[in-house]
Nanobody
Framework: QVQLVESGGGSVQAGGSLRLSCAAS????????MGWFRQPPGKEREFLAA???????????YYTDSVKGRFTISGDNAKNTVYLQMNSLKPEDTAVYYC?????????????????RGQGTQVTVSS
């Protein structure tokens, strides 16, 4: 069993930055593929990024095209935490952001298949 708790959301002006954190408890997150999703108001959930780990502190990030170059996913094994650094934010980035964990694969995560998900954190970007 894994519990995921997101933090770091808030309100920011367009062009600003936020760093979201996802703290995992229970089984260590290095056993999972960790990912971030978002759901804008009135829209479907969207995959953003995922990260898998091989060895000690060797991470493999993967991004959907819409956030490449603006968002960065990273992990910290010692803190059992995964991060999403978001730069150059736009009003269309406004959404509830969720952290998720999968035992399967990055491809499964991209399809929206995961084993655990956090409660989400709100990000609001104003113009």
């Amino acid at each position: 069993q894994v519990q995921l708790v997101e933090s770091g959301g808030g309100s920011v002006q367009a062009g600003g930055s936020l760093r979201l954190s996802c703290a995992a408890s229970g089984r260590t997150f290095s056993s999972y593929i960790m990912g971030w999703f978002r759901q804008p108001p009135g829209k479907e959930r969207e995959f953003l990024a995922a990260i898998s780990q091989s060895g000690v502190n060797i991470y493999y990030p993967y991004y959907t095209d819409s956030v490449k170059g603006r968002f960065t996913i990273s992990g910290d094994n010692a803190k059992n935490t995964v991060y999403l650094q978001m730069n150059s934010l736009k009003p269309e980035d406004t959404a509830v952001y969720y952290c998720a964990a999968s035992l399967t694969s990055v491809q499964a995560m991209v399809r929206g298949e995961y084993d655990y998900r956090g409660q989400g954190t709100q990000v609001t970007v104003s113009s």
